[in-house]
C-alpha cells in the first residue's frame, strides 16, 4: 500500500469518527427546545453531551490538519471554493461553543432560552454544510487545469446538493435522539424514543430519494464494492426503526452509528482516488496523487501519526467509559 492510499484511508477514518460522534451531539443540540420542556430538563439533556462534544470536534480538526499535511492541493483548492460555507460552519461551531459555556452565566429564563435556540440553529447548521459540500466532493465541481475552483457560490447550493445536506440534518437528528435514549431516563427517555420514531420516517424517505438521486447523476452504485456497503447502510437504517420500537437502544445506537460509517465508506469507496471531481475535464479532478504532499513529507508526517494517533483514540475511549452512565435532573452540571 502506498502512503498516497494510506493517507487517504487515514482521512477516510477521521472523517467517518467525526460523522460518527460529533453527529448525535450535533443532533442532541437541535434537540435540546424540543424535548427539554424547563430549565432542569434542557440542563440534562446538555449534560448528556457535556463530556463528549468539545472532544467530538478534534476529529474535525485532525482531519484537516491531516489534508493539509497529506494533500495540501485538495485542502487549497476545497478552502478556496467552499470559502464562504465553511465559514459559515467554523461560525457556528463557535456559537454552538459559546452557548454551552454561557448559557447558565445568568439566571434569566430569556437569557438561556436565548442560548438554547442558538444551539439548536447552530448544530443544525454544520450537518447540513457538511452535506452540502460531500456532495459537491463526488458528483463534481468546475475545477480548472490549475486546480482552481471556478463556479459561484450558487453553483454549491444546487438541489443534489441542498439534499444531501437534508438527509446529512435529518441522520444527525436521528442519530442523537436515539443517543438520548441511551443517556436519560423518566420522561426525557420516553419523549427521546418517540422522537426517534417520528424521526426514521421521513430520515429513510429522505434517504431513499438520495440514493435514486445519486444513482442517477453519478452512478455510484454500479460499482460492486459501493453497492455492497450501500446496501449495508440501507439494512443498518432500518433495523434503527425496529429498534427503537423495540426500545432497546443500545442496538439501535449501534444501528445509526452504522448507518454513518456505511455511508462515509460509500462515499469514499466512490471517490476513490479522486479527492475532487472536475465537472469541466476529468482529467482535472483531483487525486490522491496530484492533489499530494512529496514521497519525504508523506514519510515524515506518517511516523507523527502514527505517534499521536492512538493516544487520541485512547483518551477518547476512556472519556466515553468514564461518564457511560445515564444522567438525570438530580445530578445537574454547570449547563
Known amino acids: 500500500m502506498s502512503l498516497n ?8 477514518v477521521l472523517f467517518a469518527g467525526f460523522f460518527l460522534l460529533e453527529g448525535f451531539d450535533f443532533g442532541v443540540g437541535m434537540l435540546i427546545p424540543f424535548l427539554g420542556k424547563n430549565d432542569s430538563e434542557r440542563r440534562t ?3 448528556a453531551i457535556g463530556p463528549f462534544w468539545d472532544g467530538n470536534e478534534v476529529w474535525l480538526i485532525t482531519a484537516a490538519g491531516a489534508m493539509f499535511a497529506a494533500f495540501p492541493n485538495w485542502y487549497a483548492t476545497l478552502l478556496s471554493g467552499f470559502y464562504i460555507p465553511l465559514f459559515l460552519l467554523l461560525a457556528a461551531l463557535i456559537v454552538r461553543g459559546a452557548g454551552f459555556e454561557f448559557r447558565s452565566k445568568r439566571d434569566s429564563q430569556r437569557w438561556r432560552s436565548s442560548w438554547d435556540w442558538a444551539i439548536c440553529i447552530s448544530s443544525a447548521l454544520p450537518g447540513f454544510l457538511w452535506g452540502v459540500t460531500i456532495a459537491n466532493w463526488f458528483e463534481g465541481l468546475p475545477i480548472d487545469a490549475h486546480m482552481n475552483y471556478v463556479g459561484t457560490l450558487w453553483h454549491l447550493f444546487n438541489p443534489d446538493a441542498i439534499l444531501t445536506g437534508l438527509v446529512f440534518t435529518a441522520m ?13 431516563d423518566g420522561k426525557l427517555l420516553e419523549r427521546a424514543l418517540t422522537m426517534a420514531r417520528r424521526l426514521w420516517v ?18 455510484l452504485y454500479h ?10 447502510a440501507a439494512i ?3 433495523l434503527v426503526g425496529w429498534f427503537v420500537v423495540q426500545r432497546r437502544s443500545g442496538w439501535a445506537f449501534a444501528m445509526s452509528a452504522l448507518t454513518i460509517l456505511t455511508a462515509t465508506l460509500t462515499i469514499c469507496l466512490g471517490l476513490f482516488p479522486n479527492v475532487m471531481i472536475s465537472s469541466l475535464n476529468p482529467a482535472w479532478s483531483l487525486n490522491i496523487y496530484n492533489a499530494a504532499s512529496n514521497p519525504y513529507a508523506l514519510t515524515v508526517i506518517s511516523w507523527i501519526a502514527l505517534t499521536i ?9 476512556w472519556n466515553y467509559w468514564i461518564f457511560r452512565r445515564r444522567v438525570s435532573s438530580h445530578h445537574l452540571g454547570h449547563y
Do not use: C
Open 5 to 12: 492510499v494510506l493517507w487517504f484511508i487515514v482521512i477516510a
Open 45 to 47: 439533556i446538555m449534560n
Open 172 to 184: 444527525f437528528l436521528l442519530h442523537g435522539a436515539v443517543f438520548l435514549s441511551l443517556k436519560t
Open 202 to 219: 421521513p430520515t429513510v424517505i429522505l434517504a431513499g430519494v438520495f440514493v435514486v438521486s445519486t444513482a442517477v447523476s453519478t452512478g
Open 223 to 232: 460499482h460492486t464494492a459501493v453497492g455492497l456497503v450501500s446496501l449495508l
Open 236 to 238: 443498518a437504517l432500518l
Open 309 to 317: 494517533i492512538p493516544f487520541v483514540i485512547a483518551y477518547q475511549a
